[in-house]
């Protein structure tokens, strides 16, 4: 089950984008990237995935580099509801009930 | 239900006391997981289902914690003989399979305080 690196902590201005980056270097080539975020006294909300190339949706914008040992979740026009703990975790078919959350970045977005 | 629904939200528990804590997946979710998260840390796993099989059980931190889902719908995770150290939050998510490209869905969680 291949870990995941954050930072603790990341500010970003509101209306600019915010870029979390992630550390997973022991990736296995079946598994795949996702990111979480968690507002106080919710539960984990699903983001994005990705499994080599970039995704995009509603939400945020997934780049993962040609290696796969690291990926950044973009959030294009960060808002102040954006703040929160922002977790990046790798799921596999055989350990996709398993994932390792660690900390997590938490992200405060300032007017 | 349109998402992951869990009961309760909030439970206090005197120490040594049994609870049982109900989690009911999205409609047709095989994978059924459940995570304990201690106060500034992330989910820890705890066990995972699919269908009713209980497939791993390796993140269970004592024998005083069992889980079970009977008819492989609805889930109860039961914490027997309460210890301060038990108090966190408990997650509950589903997804629709067991594949890693299926993304898991959480509830807003069980906050248990032994006191």
């Known amino acids: 089950d291949a870990k995941t690196t954050q930072p603790p902590s990341m500010d970003c201005a509101e209306g600019r984008a915010a870029n979390l980056p992630c550390n997973h270097s022991?990736?296995?080539?079946?598994?795949?990237v996702y990111w979480y975020r968690q507002i106080h006294s919710q539960g984990p909300q699903y983001i994005i995935h990705?499994?080599?190339n970039n995704e995009t949706n509603e939400m945020a914008s997934l780049i993962i580099t040609e290696d796969r040992k690291s990926s950044t979740l973009i959030l294009p026009h960060a808002t102040l509801r954006d703040t929160a703990v922002y977790y990046c975790?790798?799921?596999?078919?055989?350990?996709?009930?398993?994932?390792?959350f660690g900390d997590g970045t938490t992200l405060t977005v300032k007017p | 239900g349109a998402g992951v629904s869990q009961s309760p939200r909030y439970k206090v528990a005197k120490r040594g006391q049994d609870v049982a804590l109900r989690c009911d997946p999205i409609?047709?979710?095989?994978?059924l997981f459940w995570y304990q998260q201690a106060l500034g840390q992330g989910p820890e796993f705890l066990t995972y289902?699919?269908?009713?099989?209980?497939?791993?059980k390796s993140g269970l931190p004592s024998d005083r914690f069992f889980a079970e889902r009977p008819e492989g719908s609805v889930s109860t995770l039961k914490i027997q003989r309460t210890q301060q150290e038990d108090s966190a939050v408990y997650l509950c998510?589903?997804?629709?399979?067991?594949?890693?490209?299926?993304?898991?869905?959480f509830g807003q969680g069980t906050r248990l305080t032994v006191v």
């Open positions: 022991t990736i296995s080539g079946n598994e795949y």
């Open positions: 990705g499994l080599k």
């Open positions: 409609s047709g979710h095989v994978s």
């Open positions: 998510a589903s997804s629709l399979q067991q594949r890693g490209d299926t993304e898991a869905f």
């Open positions: 975790i790798v799921r596999g078919n055989t350990n996709a009930g398993k994932s390792t």
């Open positions: 289902f699919q269908n009713e099989a209980q497939l791993d």
